[in-house]
Each structure stands twice: as structure tokens, then as C-alpha cells.
């Protein structure tokens, strides 16, 4: 099944990918090359470094690979809709502290809470998907139910 994610976090994949691939490989290949010619490897603590960090970047390389190969770029330029779909940013009124929180609803993996982007797989995502203003939803976390008030709905370039 295709996973959604928007072209800037489309390109930021591909940017991380090509960033791996060309200056990061090459980089831990010539500290193994080094540490090898030091002697040893049995006790090359650089050498064993340099192995781990090879280990890393061949398993991004292969997830981001995956991830590329599964995802679908969902264009949400121009877009405007009044219900909560993906690409949306929701302004939301916590009704028990009357609070206003802002997320944006992206893929799992362009997910993150510094910039309130959240996935449109996470519960707060989920209950938000196909909500329009004066909607309310209530969101189960592990401490209580909180209720949210969906005050509205509008679209970025991202």
C-alpha cells in the first residue's frame, strides 16, 4: 500500500539519500581503508568504528530506498477543501484548558512535533481526517480523553 508524504518531504528523503550515498559512503570507505592500514583489525578500535558506521549507512541507504519505492507524492498546492485531509493544517481549541494548537498533517515520516507536524496516522491524525470547522473530536491519550474543537482548516505550500 503506498504511504502519502508531501514533495517537500519527498525531496528531503531523496536529499538524505543522495547526501549517503555520495559523500557519506565514500567517507566511511576511505576510514576503513585507513584504519586497515594501521595493522591489526583485531584491536583497531578505529577500524571497528569505521565498520559500524558502514553498517548504519548501508541500512539507511536501504530504508530510505524503501521508503522512495513506497511512497505516493500527494500535491496539496493550490489545494482547498473544508473537511481535514492530508496536507491539511488544523487550528484546534483544546476545550478543557481553551488552549489553540496548530498541526499539520503529513506522513509518518515527515512527522514532527517541533514544527507540529504530526501523521495522519497518529490518533490526534486519524481523528482529525474528514472534520470541518465547529467539528469536534475527541482524542484517547494515556493520561484521559482530550476534546478538541476543529476553528479551522487551510493549506500551505509544502
Known amino acids: 500500500m503506498p504511504t502519502p508524504i508531501t514533495k517537500k518531504g519527498y525531496d528531503a528523503l531523496k536529499a538524505e539519500l543522495d547526501r549517503l550515498r ?19 583489525l583485531s584491536e583497531n578500535a578505529e577500524y571497528d568504528a569505521a565498520k559500524e558506521r558502514q553498517g548504519f549507512i548501508e541500512s539507511r541507504i536501504a530504508e530510505i530506498e524503501s521508503k522512495l519505492a513506497d511512497a505516493r507524492v500527494v500535491d496539496i498546492s493550490g489545494r482547498t477543501s473544508d473537511t481535514v485531509v492530508f496536507g491539511a ?26 514544527f507540529n507536524k504530526i501523521s495522519v496516522q497518529s490518533p490526534v ?11 469536534f473530536v475527541e482524542v484517547t491519550t494515556p493520561a484521559k480523553v482530550v476534546e478538541y474543537e476543529v476553528v479551522e482548516i487551510r493549506f500551505e505550500d509544502m
Open 125 to 135: 491524525g486519524r481523528a482529525l481526517i474528514g472534520k470541518r470547522v465547529g467539528d
Open 89 to 114: 493544517t488544523v487550528c484546534v481549541i483544546e476545550q478543557e484548558s481553551q488552549s489553540k494548537k496548530q498541526y499539520t498533517l503529513v506522513g509518518q515520516d515527515e512527522a514532527d512535533m517541533k
Open 22 to 40: 555520495k559523500i557519506e559512503r565514500p567517507r566511511v570507505i576511505e576510514a576503513i581503508a585507513e584504519a586497515r592500514a594501521h595493522g591489526d
